[in-house]
């Protein structure tokens, strides 16, 4: 049991820890609980009372199963049925009889695998030979997909294509011969902000059909997107360019099939490999060689793996614990992503040794503008740099090559930690700013603050894995950090089946919690309520080994991928990168002046990673630091931490922020496009999330926290650039008053921008089209879209166009089907700070009204040396 009742009226024991908390999450639950009525909700006073009874124990697996019989019980409520409608009859009867004790966690996680054919959830598009005739066009569908070209990279297929052959009853040959394709067909990604319907939508197997989908958008001089699991929220995706544009329209190819990408919930996290995509081409895995990548060959048990860009981290997972025994360092904790999002957008997890998942690409295998399959290998590593992530700009990436860590152990350690315990609030923040409810009731003495900063310094420096969450308005941290261990033996399966299950069962019961009427009543609609339910919904999932309690031994990857089932909650996600800074000493007044700025000390010098000939012929370790990391000063990592706190705490009433705020330690990056490039310290990774329903209120709010995170100094005074991920919201977001995208555009690194990135990025790319004989101008016709190619493609300065992505909602949440100057007027130059169509680098930096760029800055003169320096090299 997570948090203990000793008190009702006067305060609440958190274990350790006791809070005057008149406000909390538990004296909520427990209010909540007091108007409650038995008749509505049977079952619901009873089991709030046991969870916070000591002397009762109500494990996991009992409160999922308690909570959800609540609403399948009541006569008063039919959420359950209305949420449960939604899941494959199968799984609903699996649901009810756990949800009525017919069986338990264990039986459930069992009961999925008799299944041995295909069942899909209900409410499902795809269906294979529906929608495959597209009237009036050359029809890629009834076209042979040039299966014997595609031999070679298409085992699964060529199998596939043979059982055809030989036994053509058994299954329709067409079925494997075509590339299942849809007809405006409507995309919505994940978080539902965008929207827009592509003329036509492709699912391929191999790496030949995409070639081949390319070559037909070729002839007719169509657009090629690309999606996976559509987790993304920022314009990275395609655009229907004009709304009634169906013949010059865009090309979606989904890497997956619709049912995984579209549709929820979703269970490809279940233990079963009945939910699994299909083995094809683009999911398959397999060892290489050091020759393959043009590298040098590995040791210590370090390997090469090629994986298909349509791989979901799920199957890697398996994969790796199964069959390879072999890890990544790290990955995204989400398994419903696929390597070719992740790689696109330059994604990224945790630990101050691990930089993005980019960062370990070896070799890129792309489909190019004509067709024409392709590959990237460290022969070039400058270019491999800037084709590892690169939004799909360059093409179709077909597979990857990683270097992947011989397996080992995560010793992981959760705990659940009182808020000002697990990151202490910066020096200057006084206790009394510390909103009541998180506040110790007992001041902690000095010694104390010493020790869990401390505490707090080693894990996000020294361990392996590095994260802390707060769920808006609880009293504790949910602390994640582990250490790994070479040592093998003992190691168990982590989630266990039975807790996967229940994990996703969790997210039924959110989602139930967040939808009952009967609780919106209960809790008369107030937000607060509503939020501090969910957050202890969701805490009580997580585990909390105790303070010293026996250390989980898992595989790495299982460690990484701790929680499944996440991604049936819709969220809102906006997240930033910031450089960590180094720890100031007092410096001799003689030496002062030549000792390097904050800014030189956390940054790589300008173009330090842009030499593309590395000594070794392999990509050096990102960014590798030159000062000891225990000079690292988190002043600003806290301080970034509690002003999310603090202002989430300021929006009470409405509460736009109902999930967790989450920040990762980790490294900077050698990445031309990553937002830690360069951080030579590494990289504060922080984000605010909530969930859809309340994306009305979201984007004001999340501006809001933006404002205060990009409004700190570093050591020197100067502004701190904090960058975007790139996957997540920045589109339509202001940065010191300047719309982001533009800043991200024209400001240097140093002020938070990708200027000499950008450059950097056409430059060898375009050494890369003349490699592979492409040209430019198609690689931004066939796979950019607007904003993208406004943002990368084109020079600054330029005429700012308001890129207008079609169906994108920006900040302000609000859809629109697709773009043309007459729906919203906007296909026209702007730019509030202007006067001559330069953008004014100086407001970023509060220097509005200067117009042009200040020749004499400090950060463009290694600009201009290090562009001096491209020009005479290329
Ligand atoms: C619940 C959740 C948790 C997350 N956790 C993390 C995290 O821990 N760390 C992190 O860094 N991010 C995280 N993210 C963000 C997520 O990793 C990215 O949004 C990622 O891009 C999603 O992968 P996807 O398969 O959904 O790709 P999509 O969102 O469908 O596609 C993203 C981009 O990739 C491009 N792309 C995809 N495949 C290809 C290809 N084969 N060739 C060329 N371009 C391609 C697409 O064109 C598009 O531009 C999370 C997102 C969610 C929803």
């Known amino acids: 049991m997570a948090e203990t009742l000793i008190s009702h009226g006067t305060g609440v024991n958190h274990g350790d820890h006791t809070h005057d908390s008149i406000e909390s999450v538990t004296e909520c639950i427990l209010g909540l609980k007091a108007k409650a009525n038995d008749k509505d909700l049977p079952g619901f006073g009873g089991l709030i009372d046991d969870w916070f009874n000591p002397d009762m124990e109500v494990d996991e697996e009992q409160f999922v199963r308690r909570f959800l019989r609540v609403f399948k019980q009541s006569d008063k409520d039919f959420t359950y049925e209305d949420i449960l409608k939604g899941y494959d009859d199968d799984i609903q009867g699996i649901v009810n009889q756990f949800v009525d004790g017919e069986i338990d966690a264990s039986e459930a996680a069992k009961r999925y695998t008799p299944f041995t054919t295909l069942k899909v959830p209900k409410g499902v598009v795809q269906k294979r030979g529906l929608a495959n005739i597209i009237p009036g066009e050359r029809n890629i569908l009834e076209e042979h997909t040039a299966l014997l070209r595609a031999l070679p990279t298409s085992i699964p297929s060529r199998i596939r294509g043979l059982i055809a052959k030989i036994a053509p009853s058994l299954k329709d040959p067409k079925e494997y011969l075509y590339i299942p394709s849809y007809k405006h067909l409507e995309f919505e990604n994940h978080g539902r902000n965008i929207r827009y319907t592509p003329t036509i939508t492709c699912v391929p197997n191999t790496a030949q059909d995409i070639a081949e989908i390319v070559k037909y958008a070729k002839n007719k001089k169509m657009g090629v997107r690309v999606s996976g699991f559509r987790h993304s929220w920022s314009p990275v995706f395609g655009s229907a360019r004009n709304k009634n544009e169906n013949k010059n329209g865009d090309i979606l190819i989904s890497t997956l099939g619709l049912v995984d990408a579209s549709i929820l919930p979703n269970f490809t996290s279940l233990p079963t490999d009945l939910f699994q995509p299909e083995a094809k081409d683009l999911n398959s895995i397999v060892f290489v060689t050091h020759e393959y990548v043009n590298g040098p060959a590995l040791a210590n048990g370090k390997r090469y793996v090629r994986v298909g860009t349509s791989t979901t981290n799920e199957q890697l997972r398996r994969w790796c614990v199964g069959t390879g025994k072999v890890t990544l360092p790290m990955q995204i904790i989400e398994a419903e992503i696929t390597m070719g999002g992740s790689n696109a957008t330059i994604c990224h997890g945790a630990g101050l040794a691990n930089a993005t998942l980019s960062d370990l690409v070896r070799c890129i295998e792309y489909v190019d503008a004509n067709g024409i399959l392709r590959k990237v290998d460290l022969s070039t590593p400058g270019i491999l740099r800037a084709a590892a992530g690169c939004f799909g700009l360059i093409g179709v990436v077909t597979h990857l090559v990683l270097e992947f860590d011989p397996m080992s152990c995560a010793l992981m350690e959760p705990r659940k930690v009182p808020v000002v315990e697990a990151i202490p609030p910066p020096p200057d923040m006084k206790d009394s700013d510390i909103p009541a409810p998180l506040r110790p009731k007992t001041p902690l003495t000095k010694e104390r603050k010493a020790e869990v900063q401390k505490d707090f310094e080693i894990r996000a420096s020294t361990h392996d894995y590095a994260e802390w969450f707060w769920f808006p308005y609880s009293s504790e941290v949910w602390v994640n950090t582990w250490k790994k261990t070479s040592d093998l033996t003992g190691a168990v399966d982590y989630p266990t089946n039975v807790k996967t299950v229940l994990q996703v069962f969790g997210t039924i019961m959110v ?361 005479a090299a290329f």
Not at 663 to 680: E, K, N
């Open 511 to 871: 989602n139930v919690a967040q939808n009952a009427s009967i609780l919106l009543n209960l809790t008369q609609a107030l937000p607060e309520v509503q939020t501090k339910l969910l957050t202890w919904l969701t805490m009580k999932n997580l585990d909390d080994i105790g303070k010293n309690g026996k250390k989980i031994k898992t595989w790495v990857p299982d460690a990484i991928h701790f929680q499944r089932g996440v991604q049936n909650l819709r969220v809102r996600d906006l997240e930033i990168e910031f450089p960590l800074q180094p720890r100031r000493f007092p410096v001799a007044a003689e030496s002062s002046s030549t000792q390097p700025t904050a800014s030189e000390l956390a940054h790589e010098p300008q173009n330090m990673s842009t030499n593309t000939t590395p000594t070794t012929g392999i990509i050096a370790p990102a960014s590798s630091p030159t000062i000891p990391k225990q000079e690292i000063d988190f002043t600003l990592v806290q301080r970034a931490w509690w002003d999310a706190i603090l202002t989430c705490y300021q929006e009470i009433k409405t509460c736009p922020q109902r999930m967790p705020l989450e920040m990762r330690i980790m490294s900077g990056s050698d990445v031309t496009l990553a937002p830690q490039r360069g951080h030579r310290l590494g990289t504060c990774s922080i984000e605010i999330l909530t969930l859809h329903n309340v994306a009305d209120i979201w984007p004001a709010y999340a501006q809001k926290v933006l404002d205060k995170w990009s409004g700190y100094k570093d050591a020197d005074g100067k502004p701190l650039p904090v960058r975007p991920h790139w996957a997540k919201e920045w589109y339509g977001y202001k940065m010191k008053g300047q719309p982001w995208q533009e800043v991200l555009k024209n400001e240097l690194r140093l002020d938070g921008g990708f200027r000499e990135e950008f450059a950097e990025w056409r430059s060898l790319i375009g050494q890369l089209a003349k490699r592979d004989g492409w040209r430019v101008e198609d690689a931004k016709k066939r796979f950019g879209n607007e904003a993208l190619n406004t943002l990368v493609w084109s020079e600054p300065p330029a005429k700012l166009m308001n890129p207008g992505v079609a169906g994108f909602a920006g900040a302000n949440g609000k859809v629109t089907d697709s773009i043309s100057p007459t729906t919203n007027g906007s296909l026209v130059t702007t730019g509030p700070a202007k006067t001559n169509g330069h953008v004014n680098a100086g407001t970023a930096n509060g220097n509005a009204g200067k117009g042009k760029i200040d020749p004499k800055r400090k950060h463009d003169r290694p600009l201009k040396r290090f562009l001096a320096k491209l020009k």
